[in-house]
């Protein structure tokens, strides 16, 4: 039962470099989301998304872009990577109504020099 | 907007004391409130939730909250912590008719248990 997966766990961008962090779950979810955790600061939300092709922003979504394709899949892109977004990134996911609150993949480490 | 608030950034305390965290937040109508807890190197788990009710909430581990509505709280208290609850805790918040189920984290609440 894998829950909720982010790849990869760890990566190191240079300022200007571009990447894609892939969430998958496989618990037939609608509900996304992407968080990145710094220190002192908590989770601060950064889009999410309430089913397959729709997507939102959050309380911190400059600097990066999402897609739901495909229903069990959400991607984090970052286009131009900046110092600014050296972070752990969490990707999370629920049912409508939160009954169990949301289940949280193990985090994708990103430091950009 | 919602906010949470969790004024104690570190707690340190021996084993078999007890714990109180403080939590309080921001939005006035109905809510549904969470503690989480992150254990180093790992991803956030659910200690408990209280969506309505009894307003004492028992989660995992022994933990216990208490929403007290009028003070816009919910405290997070175990009675004689472990070495082994060493872990940053976080309160969080969820607007009860938001349609999107987003949830709004504290800041988090660093424990340190002196074995």
């Known amino acids: 039962n894998a829950g909720v997966t982010q790849t990869p766990k760890f990566r190191v961008l240079k300022t200007g470099q571009s990447m894609t962090l892939l969430c998958a779950q496989d618990?037939?979810?609608?509900?996304m989301y992407w968080y990145r955790q710094d220190p002192g600061m908590g989770l601060r939300l950064i889009h999410y998304?309430?089913?397959?092709?729709?997507?939102a922003k959050g309380e911190v979504p400059d600097g990066y872009n999402v897609s739901r394709l495909k229903k069990q899949n959400f991607l984090l892109g970052l286009e131009s990577a900046a110092p600014s977004q050296t972070s752990v990134y969490f990707c999370?996911?629920?049912?409508?109504?939160?009954?169990?609150?949301?289940?949280f993949g193990s985090g994708t480490r990103l430091t950009v020099v | 907007a919602q906010s949470v608030s969790q004024h104690n950034h570190h707690v340190i305390l021996s084993e078999a004391a007890s714990l109180e965290l403080g939590c309080n937040y921001s939005?006035?109508?109905?809510?549904?409130l969470f503690w989480y807890v992150q254990y180093p190197g790992q991803h956030l788990q659910l200690l408990l939730k209280y969506f309505s009710g009894d307003p004492l909430v028992k989660g995992i581990k022994g933990f216990e909250a208490e929403f007290i509505k009028s003070k816009f709280s919910f405290n997070l208290r175990k009675p004689s912590v472990q070495w082994s609850d060493t872990a940053e805790y976080f309160c969080?918040?969820?607007?009860?008719?938001?349609?999107?189920?987003?949830?709004?984290f504290g800041s988090g609440t660093r424990l340190s248990i002196r074995p």
């Open positions: 618990m037939n979810h609608e509900y």
């Open positions: 999370a996911s629920s049912p409508p109504g939160l009954s169990h609150g949301y289940t």
């Open positions: 969080a918040v969820n607007e009860g008719r938001s349609s999107a189920s987003k949830i709004i």
């Open positions: 998304s309430v089913g397959e092709g729709t997507t």
């Open positions: 939005y006035g109508g109905t809510v549904n």
